[in-house]
């Protein structure tokens, strides 16, 4: 398979939202057009746009109702937009364990941090698949938690037949540039609920009171009267550009191509790794269908460091092999408390962030080979594979 990152469909879309010569704050219209496109391809009732995957996590903890000293379950092994969100929210991140085998959010461990002040968690999809969705949306219902699941780099992904964005109360995706589909930046909140659809929109708009569920419903009269109220609630702007929507127009149309070639690309080199036992895969339960936005595995020998495995791929013609980002309460800005005031809330709830915290996801990290999948030519990504293979030869 061979295909196009940016093909002559993101090109003919952008240049149309330029002709649009910036006429209205709306433009061409292209968001209008991705929202309701995007909701139809996940089969939901509504998706709200956003400049990144990091803004849309953030409106939808305060469309959850998340507020300043509330607890919000998350798990470390994820890139830190998932806990940073929470801060930005003034609330407190709390850390919960990750499984050995999916590397994903163990949902017994999120059950024994909930507190009376817990009020949502975000279970991450992390490398493109889905945690124990049953189970996660089990442990919610008994505590009235919020879920809202962090899809960013999972785009198509499923859970017993479920596509990732659908059943969470919300779902964050990225269109930042390494993930399925892109605009160079950019992102998407899903949701079934009406309610919740009309706080992200207001929250996400400066709190115009003129944002409805659908189309703005400010009159020209209305707007250029020297009496006119616009903000009725505090908001950001979170508005994802109409030349941006433009392209993940396109990159939505393409969306099943984008993803069939990631799938190839990761399928190729999971197969390649098969001939290690020390190289442990991601375990992909039969329920799951796996989105690969990178193939992951578990360095599980102790005379082979992970350096040195990096080395020899890349000797061999080799990519090059992503680590697994730190752990997030061990970045510095967790660690030391960074956190330009908020670290009140922190320290108030009793926060702790240090190794000993998640003892899996601590000695996992480490270990972790992530190889990247965004390969447009599959015979490039098998080229990889072979390069692999032969890694893994020179280690056995
Ligand atoms: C799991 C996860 N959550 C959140 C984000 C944040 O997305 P963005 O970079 O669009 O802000 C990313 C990606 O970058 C991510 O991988």
Redo the contacts with the bound molecule.
């Keep these: 398979m061979k295909i196009d990152r940016v093909s002559a469909l993101e090109r003919e879309y952008a240049m149309q939202s330029l002709d649009g010569q910036f006429r209205s704050a709306g433009n061409y219209g292209f968001g209008i057009r991705l929202e309701r496109e995007f909701a139809a391809k996940m089969g939901v009732r509504h998706a709200v746009a956003m ?7 953030h409106a939808a903890l305060e469309a959850a109702g998340v507020r300043a000293g509330d607890e919000v379950i998350v798990p470390p092994l ?2 830190s ?2 806990a940073i ?1 929470v801060l930005h929210a003034n609330a407190v991140p709390v850390f919960a364990d990750v499984r050995p085998d999916t590397f994903l959010i163990d949902a017994d461990d999120a059950e024994r941090r909930v507190t009376a002040r817990t009020k949502a968690i975000i279970p ?3 490398f493109g698949l889905m945690p124990d969705m049953d189970a996660i949306m089990g442990v919610a219902g008994r505590h009235g938690l919020a879920v809202i699941e ?4 999972c785009f198509l992904g499923s859970h017993r037949g479920r596509l990732a964005g659908t059943i969470g109360h919300m779902s ?1 995706f ?3 540039a ?2 399925h589909m892109t605009s160079g ?3 998407m909140v899903t949701t079934d609920d009406d309610g919740l659809a009309l706080k992200l929109r207001r929250y996400s708009g400066l709190g115009y009171g003129s944002i409805g569920l659908g189309k703005a419903r400010i009159t020209k009269d209305d707007i250029q009267d020297p009496g006119c109220e616009r903000h009725v609630v505090l908001g950001w702007n979170y508005r994802m550009p109409d030349i941006a929507c433009a392209v993940a127009c396109a990159q939505l149309e393409r969306l099943d191509e984008l993803c069939a070639c990631r799938r190839l690309a990761g399928e190729a080199i999971a197969g390649a790794a098969k001939a290690a036992v020390w190289l442990v895969p991601q375990r992909v339960p039969p329920e799951c269908g796996h989105a690969w ?1 990178s193939a992951v595995f578990a360095l599980d020998r102790d005379d082979v460091a992970w350096r040195d495995f990096r080395r020899k791929f890349m000797e061999l013609g080799g990519d090059g092999i992503y680590a697994a980002w730190q752990l997030t309460y061990l970045e510095p800005a967790f660690r030391e408390m960074n956190l330009l005031g908020r670290e009140e809330w922190a320290k108030r709830a009793g926060a702790r962030w240090e190794r000993g915290l998640c003892p899996v996801a601590e000695r996992l990290q480490p270990r972790l080979l992530q190889f990247k999948t965004n390969y447009w030519d599959t015979e490039r990504a098998e080229r990889q594979a072979d390069i692999l293979a032969k890694t893994i030869a020179f280690f056995a």
Aim: charged fraction near 15%; proline fraction near 0%.
């Design positions: 400049v990144n995957g990091t803004a849309t996590l994820t890139m937009s998932t969100a991450v999809a992390l962090d899809d960013a780099q964050s990225s269109f930042q390494s993930k930046e950019g992102g936005w």
